[in-house]
């Protein structure tokens, strides 16, 4: 089975701190994803990458980058951590073409204060 | 812009009873469909899918209909257990490989 590890399951930040989060995968996996989830409004997609050192921004980019230097690994960049990321943060990876093989990981959840 | 929505946030259920959860996406050229279960403090896990050519899919104890004409996605989960408290959501992909989600429905089993 896929394994997709993120480095932390809780994490607690202060307004302004630029954090990372990090998202490990151990099936060679050319694509990785990173979401957000929020009461309501369910999971919405912040960036993507197809391959390494490739990046796409997904729905709701602002205030986020990311940094793809190794295949299995994609990191989620706040740069300058606010309140409203306050969140639960996924990752998520899948082979090319494979449509159902979307594998998650358990998530992060991040308290900004 | 696509969008998939759920039409409620929240179902409860009686053990043994069958649930329906609902859908609706609003980007006809969407030709996959996905099912997802979230228990507390899990990603989301892969449940059942269809493609667009297909009205319907079985799978063990779950069934997924997909009514095109409307737009309408649901997924019925027959004698509901308490295992199967957690939050559904749908999801839809298009011509790209990026999952687009609905708001979630919270299914509670009471015993």
């Known amino acids: 089975d896929v394994k997709v590890t993120q480095s932390s399951r809780y994490l607690v930040k202060r307004t302004g701190e630029k954090v990372f989060l990090e998202c490990v995968q151990d099936?060679?996996?050319?694509?990785m994803f990173w979401y957000r989830q929020d009461p309501g409004l369910g999971l919405r997609l912040i960036y993507f990458?197809?391959?390494?050192?490739?990046?796409e921004k997904g729905d709701i980019p602002e205030g986020y980058s990311v940094s793809r230097e190794k295949k299995e690994r994609f990191s989620l960049i706040l740069e300058s951590a606010s309140t409203n990321q306050t969140s639960m943060y996924l990752c998520?990876?899948?082979?090319?073409?494979?449509?159902?093989?979307?594998?998650f990981g358990s998530g992060t959840r991040l308290t900004v204060v | 812009g696509e969008s998939v929505g759920l039409h409620l946030p929240t179902l409860s259920v009686q053990e043994g009873d069958n649930s329906i959860i609902n859908c609706a996406y609003s980007?006809?050229?969407?030709?996959?469909f996905i099912w997802y279960k979230q228990e507390s403090g899990k990603g989301p896990q892969f449940i059942i899918d269809?493609?667009?050519?297909?009205d319907k899919r079985q799978g063990q104890r779950v069934t997924v209909l997909l009514n095109k004409t409307v737009k309408h996605l649901s997924l019925q989960i027959a004698a509901t257990q308490p295992g199967d408290s957690a939050v559904y959501f749908c999801?839809?992909?298009?011509?790209?490989?990026?999952?687009?989600f609905g708001k979630g429905t919270k299914l509670t089993v009471n015993p």
């Open positions: 099936m060679d996996h050319e694509n």
């Open positions: 980007n006809s050229a969407s030709d996959y």
């Open positions: 269809i493609r667009s050519n297909m």
């Open positions: 999801a839809e992909i298009g011509g790209s490989e990026k999952l687009v």
């Open positions: 998520a990876t899948t082979m090319v073409g494979r449509r159902r093989g979307y594998t």
């Open positions: 990458s197809y391959d390494v050192k490739m990046k």
